[in-house]
């Protein structure tokens, strides 16, 4: 058995991170994968859209509840000054709870709610659940990617799919409507902090008695523009994301917001599976090789991207070419449209994968403003995409195709202006070479 580990598993340290997140990451989609086909024959259409609904809302509180320090963890060279930061990231999860609950106690008692939002009026209460639940665990996954923790990432997804499936499966028997899905994607927020938790105490104890309110200001202050600027940028980001489920919900209906969501759980399975999980990775060398070895940094975001382009291009033409026909067969004749979706962001999905390893190189190498940009532009195109087809009065399909090309285009965008700012560093690097060689 050693020895068939042993030619399985790659002895590279980064391909060997990769691999157990992977391997984590696809026990946990595959549980979701498994349940779809049961959860669309138990939910409607309408329940799975106030669910994308749910999920769009939840994205947007969450990437910022920690006020983007957590990305910060990743970057002090002692371990006391990343806890201290650790600990800035769990205030502002904190503050972000109590405020979110507040809104959600004004909208209850006085109803003040958009039209895309009204299909969650009964649901909430959830929100507060999942800010704090998810905002820890986001921060302490970037205290596990600091200390090469891969093994417990691994493990606290698939905790995460687990209780989901587990609670929107028994719901759904139970209830009918769309509670079920609602209160097992809050569920599934809350779970997997806790070992994180239980580990950081065990061994950082003493650490966490030392942190100081001066120590955390001075650090506050020394990346003050991850919440000044990449908050920003991340809430103009996610929007890009969130926008659309929103946007068709109160244009078109929770039915077609539903077949929507549903192609964004198939196809985006195969981003979290794969690109999120080298992301993981990728941030964690990103952060220690752009100040190290650059020229090495260049070599891994090329290897990855190649990588990614060979694994999803067959996939990417299945999809387009069969996915309603796929979509009928297996999650049942409602879903057709959801197929017709599927074909229409095919490469949208294909372009979003290629991307997702290295989505966040400008944020390591501290070009908020070159991402802040991008996010900008992409939010603008996203609102453009669905809301002129809309007024110019055609379907809800066209609006997703317009929508699937114009986010391709924005995807490839992005990725060469990462490409350019490592090449960028490249140059710095080598400058006090050729100085030298010169002298």
């Known amino acids: 058995m050693k020895k068939i580990l042993a030619r399985i598993i790659p002895r590279n340290r980064f391909a060997q991170s990769v691999s157990i997140i992977v391997g984590g990451t696809a026990l946990a989609q595959a549980l979701g994968l498994l349940a779809s086909p049961i959860l669309t024959r138990i939910y409607h259409p309408a329940d799975f859209g106030a669910l994308q609904v749910f999920i769009s809302v939840m994205s947007l509180l969450t990437v910022a509840a920690t006020g983007r320090y957590e990305i910060a963890v990743l970057l002090p060279e002692d371990e006391q000054s990343a806890i201290e930061v650790l600990t800035l990231a769990m205030l502002c999860v904190g503050a972000a709870t109590v405020l979110c609950g507040t809104v959600v106690i004004i909208c209850h008692y006085h109803w003040i709610l958009p039209s895309s939002m009204i299909v969650l009026r009964r649901f909430l209460w959830l929100l507060p659940f999942s800010v704090i639940g998810s905002g820890i665990y986001q921060a302490l996954n970037y205290w596990a990617m600091r200390r090469d923790d891969y093994k417990q990432i691994a493990k606290s997804k698939f905790t995460q799919a687990a209780a989901q499936s587990v609670m929107q499966l028994g719901t759904g028997l139970a209830v009918q409507g769309s509670f079920g899905l609602l209160v097992g994607d809050a569920i599934g927020r809350m ?69 929507f969501g549903l192609v964004y759980r198939v196809l985006g399975a195969p981003i979290s599976l794969i690109g999120v999980s080298i992301a993981q990775v990728y941030i964690s060398e990103a952060a220690k090789l752009s100040r190290s070895d650059p020229q090495r940094l260049m070599h891994i975001f090329l290897k990855t991207t190649r990588h990614m382009i060979y694994v999803g291009l067959v996939p990417c033409a299945i999809f387009a070419a069969i996915a309603p026909w796929l979509f009928v067969h297996i999650f049942g004749s409602a879903w057709r449209e959801a197929g017709e979706y599927a074909r229409y962001l095919a490469f949208m999905f294909y372009a979003s994968f290629i991307n997702s390893p290295v989505t966040q190189t400008l944020n390591v190498l501290e070009r908020q403003w070159a991402q802040f940009a991008w996010d900008i532009s992409r939010l603008i195109v996203t609102v453009t995409a669905i809301v002129i087809p809309h007024w110019m009065g055609y379907g809800a399909g066209f609006a997703v195709l317009v929508y699937g090309i114009a986010m391709t285009t924005m995807y490839c965008v992005h990725w060469t202006q990462s490409y350019f700012g490592i090449h960028r560093c490249v140059r710095m690097s080598v400058r006090p070479m050729i100085s030298a060689a010169r002298a």
């Open 191 to 259: 779970s997997g902090s806790g070992r994180f938790a239980r580990d950081l105490w065990k061994g950082y104890a003493k650490n966490l008695r030392a942190v100081r309110l001066r120590s955390m200001f001075r650090l506050a202050t020394r990346y003050r523009e991850y919440p000044l600027v990449s908050v920003w940028g991340a809430l103009i980001n996610m929007s890009g994301l969130a926008l659309p489920a929103l946007l068709l919900a109160q244009y078109y209906g929770a039915g077609e917001t539903g077949s």
